[in-house]
């Protein structure tokens, strides 16, 4: 009941906000731009508030079932470059699984350097020749040479339990459900701040909107923890190229009429970006690839094949990403109203957009304590993972803008290690610079605040920069790097300096 009460003043809180945009255009200066921001503002409403409270009234766990003996299950381990104890350990959880089946090792790495691997801890090896089409070729190549009529995928990283079989195949007895996506968590929360962050990005996707997906009959799969039916992936052509393979793969599973099932279990839990550069890469990779399934489902039609929940369902995950826009243009309208003569228009949008923030963050809280999972996501409030998601709006921004015009991001495999990557200037100098811009606005703010009082575009320019919080990890790491690679020049330089002056006194030596 509670749900249903905060969603309506949600709606209403909200329905107010899009009222007033629109009665605003006719006092703006600029209407086009006034309008374009109008509609992008309305379809992200629409998307990833209405869409999505919808979701959570349709929330159901699905019932668990046995799964029946004598099914043909293959094992699918896929390996591109990892380090040898994540393949070994994931090859170890997959001879464990305690329903009948085969494993193999799906190696994609450019050396073929896991064989003797695969030979030594007993599974099947799989490669073939160069890596087209990357994962979905890798999958596609073994699809070929073996026969199970069911593909359980799990990425090199994931570590199955020993019943994850038992508890995903029984939903396939239905000869129409093409697919079961079981629940994506990781095990690496205690790597740092950083990675726990990264963990908690997942956990109200994973525990309540997939729940209210599965509901409605449009759980999509998410590359790994997931058993498919082979006949249903030999119907539309094996697995699906692109960034976001396991979206393209699911859309098309949908449009041609198979069905899907999820399993809100952390049956087989993974490990997440332990750092900020492995983070930017993987979201980077996500999101380009996300935006590139919506656009091809859209011009190929496979979108207009789907029923109107899976329609609603599709919408939400394709819009994700968008949060990259939306944190761009808060940043850069608080920055311009802050400088504005008159922040009028602005105050008043913000006098409904706060609430309506405040409204959205309690029904995601009371989702999350009273329905979710995992201990994670029964915490309720993930701070570090909301301050990292909004501190990546750069790399979102950008991956939809490549999107736009068509400009190719290479498939890139995100680091599994702590300190597997650097801190690169460019994951962090965006967000620098509109912090700056901020401040500088708020210093001109406090100058002329006689002139143009703004006091919720002021709370609003604190609270984007407050968000934020979480970069000081990466900047700090970057300045540690800076500040050590300048020491070791130093180390190098008096050295070289004292080897130099040394020859002088030696050679005057042997002279005397």
Known sequence: MLLYLLVAVGTALSASALYYCASALGRSNA?????????????????????VWYLYCRFAKRPE??????????VFLTV????????????????????????????????????????????EYLARN??????????????????????????IDHVPQPDFLDRTLGHLHDPQVGFV??????????DGLLARAAVQTSSEYFNITTCGKDAVGAMSHHGSNAVIRRSALKSIGGYQPGLAEDLETSIQLHANGWKSAYVCEPLAPGLAPADFSAFCKQQLKWSRGVFESALRSIFTGAFFKLTWHQHLAYCVRFSYYLIGVSVFLGLATTGFYLF????????GFMARILPLTAVSMAIRFLMLRSRGTDPIARKGVHFPATSLVISTWPIYLLSALCALVRIPIPFISTPKVAGGSRVALWTVLPQLAMVALLSAGLVY???????APAPLTVVAALLLMAKQWILFVPFSQMLKNQ?????????????????ATSKPTRALGKAA
Not at 65 to 74: E, I, M, R, S, Y
Not at 181 to 190: D, K, L, P, R, W
């Open 65 to 74: 079932t046995k799964a029946p003996p004598g099914l043909t299950v293959d």
């Open 80 to 123: 591109f470059d990892e380090p040898p104890w994540i393949v070994k350990r994931a090859i170890a959880a997959a001879r464990q699984l305690s329903y009948p089946h085969r494993t193999y090792l799906l190696d994609d790495s450019p050396t073929k350097r896991y064989k003797h691997l695969a030979h030594q801890l007993q599974v």
């Open 130 to 155: 160069g890596n087209k089409d990357f994962k979905a070729g890798n999958l596609n190549a073994a699809l070929e040479k073996t026969d199970g009529d069911f593909i359980a995928v799990f990425d």
């Open 340 to 347: 504005a003569p008159s922040a009028e228009i602005y105050e």
């Open 445 to 451: 703010k406090a100058a002329h605040w006689d002139a």
């Open 483 to 499: 500040f050590k690679k300048t020491r070791r020049m130093t180390s190098t330089s008096r050295q070289r300096q004292a080897v």
């Open 181 to 190: 996506q079981a629940m994506q968590t990781f095990s690496n929360e205690g």
């Open 31 to 51: 209407p086009v731009v006034g309008g374009l921001l109008f509609g992008y503002f309305a379809a992200y409403v629409l998307m990833q508030l209405y869409f």
